[in-house]
């Protein structure tokens, strides 16, 4: 993989350092010698590009393998943690029931462990609107957010907002080109017309 980045970043190299050449030839000959180089060099940069890309679409597919498989090995994990969850729920269900009816006390011992029923600390449930409930009894919560679409909005009419920044990241997106992309010739024929 560094070989092919390698190779795309010197072909790359290679080319600012061509066309600087082709503005500076001299004469028809040295024009053709350059242009077969610039044609050389981007047929490398060509097939560099390609491999790079088709190697990002194969560790994507990769990843989605993976991750997929991941999703289904959770899921197993998921299934196996939830039925002993309910098991373990259903033996505190049934130990409260028994405690409940008297069957058994708030505290049973065995021989090396200890089974206590014990009560949490008292919990509230409001069953009225809060806003009915004496103010004493109330929190009031303000929350201020920032509007970030409406900062970015005004910055892109050429409107900064004081205290902010805004900033974009950049993203390299691999694509496919059209069938007819890229016909080098003709630019090359262009080129030799215009000189």
Known sequence: ????????????????????????AKDDEETDAIWES???????????????ANLVDQIDADIIAIKSRK?????????????????????????????????????????QRQISIRYNSPSCDVLINPEQLPNEYQNVRTTVTANKKAIVAKWRKGIPVKGTRIYRKPKVVYSMLPANAGNYQLMKQATKKNK
């Open 1 to 24: 993989m560094n070989l092919s980045l390698e190779t795309l970043k010197t072909t790359s190299t290679e080319a600012v350092k061509l066309w600087q050449a082709l503005n500076n």
């Open 38 to 52: 610039i044609w050389d060099n981007e047929q490398t940069q060509q097939e560099t590009t390609d491999w790079v």
């Open 71 to 111: 999703k289904y090995v959770d899921e197993l994990h998921d299934q196996a943690i939830a039925k002993l969850q309910l098991w373990r729920d259903q033996l505190d269900r049934t130990i409260l029931q028994l405690n409940k009816q008297g069957l058994l006390p708030d505290q049973i011992t065995g021989n």
